[in-house]
């Protein structure tokens, strides 16, 4: 992209992140239907925070937000995808308080 310049370089990835992401989750999201129930939620919400995130990629590259919102939703986005990765207790805990 020789000769455009460094926003519309930016807006052109942004747009293509965008893509990989969208067809990243219309890959995955059949399969959640075959996932343990238990799992289902997490692997839903999973999903659900990825195609956020492509929005918020596809509305900078349209020009519709700004490059500090776009790197403020990313933030946001990998610490609640960090957060669903980290395993959920499957009883309640075992503790002495007696």
């Known amino acids: 992209m020789i000769g455009f310049p460094r926003t519309a370089v930016r807006r052109h990835r942004a747009l293509a992140t965008a893509a990989a992401i969208e067809r990243l989750v219309d890959d995955r999201v059949a399969a959640v239907h075959g996932l343990p129930e238990e799992s289902r939620g997490r692997h839903a919400d999973h999903l ?19 490059k500090r919102e776009l790197d403020r939703r990313a933030a946001a986005a990998s610490r609640r995808l960090n957060a669903l990765r980290v395993p959920m207790p499957t009883g309640a805990p075992l503790t002495d308080r007696d």
């Open 48 to 66: 659900a925070e990825l195609v956020f995130l492509a929005e918020a990629y596809r509305a900078f590259g349209k020009g519709w937000l700004g």
